[in-house]
């Protein structure tokens, strides 16, 4: 796993607005999920559903990030992964949110002043270069850089910056 997330200005590290979500594979920090039914025997842990198609307009979009701690020798935020079977964090966006990602935890190419929207059957967000009608959920992406520095435990890695503007 790979994926590298930072939470730049959201509302919800404020606010508290998490969800307990889990998942039956393993995922990274930086996925867009849909919350499923609750899990079985639990009153706040909700199952992860892949964003698709069909619930788009209707369905919120979550962020799966969870603070990386790794407790073995050599570790690096590259080496989190949100483990199968075991609670994560889900934060719930609003209108004004930055975050950044690195371009591993995205399809596709995005430039500044386009967008990234939820990908159908993934829980990577994608490349657009137009918002569309059919998205309840869309970031614009405000800058293109790096995350990480050399001599850290890993190279710099390209990142994206986007802040919501639908949510």
Known sequence: ???MVRLDKCQAIYGGNITSVQSAGDLENGSFV???????????????????STNFDVEEVLLVYTPEVNYEPGKTLKDFTNLADQPSRAYHLSVGDVITITDDGLTGTTVVSEYVIPATGSFNLVAASSLGTTTRMGGKVIEKGYFGYSGSGYS????TTFRVVKA
């Open 34 to 52: 849909n919350l499923g039914g609750l899990i079985s025997g639990q009153t706040d842990v909700y199952e992860t559903a892949t964003p698709s």
């Open 1 to 3: 796993m790979s994926v």
């Open 156 to 159: 710099k890695t390209a990142c």
